[in-house]
C-alpha cells in the first residue's frame, strides 16, 4: 500500500472550516478533488505536512494556528490610498473586495475596511489571516 511522501502528486478531497463551523472552502465547492505535488508550497504549510504518511481512502481532521495557515493579522498590510483610485460604477463600501495589481503581473484579493471622503483603508491581509483553521482531508489519489 502506497502512502503519501514530498514529491508526489496527490488528488484529495477536503472541507475547510473556521473554529465556529463556517466552511470557507471544500473540494465539493469546486467539484474536483485538490491536486498538488506535496512539498512543492503550492499550499499552507500545516495541510501539505498533514498529508504526509496518509495512504488512498484514508481520512484526517485536523486543526491549523494561524502560522501553520496564513499566518497572523499584520498591521503593516493596512494602507491608506486615494478615494479617486478606486474608479467603480457603485459606491465603494467597507467589507467589498477586489484584486488588486501586483507589479509582477500576479493578482491578490483586497478589503476594504473603511470609507472616508478622501482616503479609502484597505487590508492586504488574507481573509484568513490570524484564524485557526479546520480540515478534513480525505486521500484520493497518489501518483509516485
Known amino acids: ?3 503519501v511522501k514530498k514529491g508526489d502528486k496527490i488528488k484529495v478531497e ?3 472550516k473556521l473554529e465556529d463551523g463556517t466552511i470557507f472552502d471544500s473540494s465539493e465547492k469546486h467539484e ?3 491536486e498538488f505535488t506535496v512539498g512543492e508550497g503550492q499550499l499552507i504549510k500545516g495541510f501539505e505536512e498533514a498529508v ?3 495512504s488512498v481512502g484514508e481520512e484526517k481532521e485536523i486543526k491549523l494556528l494561524p502560522e501553520e495557515a496564513y499566518g497572523s493579522h499584520n498591521s503593516k498590510l493596512i494602507r491608506e490610498m486615494p478615494k479617486e483610485a478606486f474608479q467603480s460604477d457603485q459606491e465603494i463600501q467597507p467589507g467589498m473586495t477586489f484584486l488588486m495589481n501586483l507589479p509582477d503581473g500576479r493578482q491578490i484579493p483586497v478589503r476594504i475596511t473603511q470609507v472616508g471622503d478622501e ?3 484597505i487590508d492586504i491581509n488574507s ?3 490570524g484564524k485557526t483553521l ?3 482531508i480525505k486521500i484520493v489519489e497518489i501518483e509516485n
Open 127 to 129: 481573509p484568513l489571516a
Open 14 to 16: 477536503y472541507e475547510g
Open 52 to 54: 504526509v504518511g496518509m
Open 32 to 34: 474536483a478533488p485538490l
Open 1 to 3: 500500500m502506497s502512502i
Open 134 to 136: 479546520v480540515f478534513k
Open 119 to 121: 482616503k479609502v483603508t
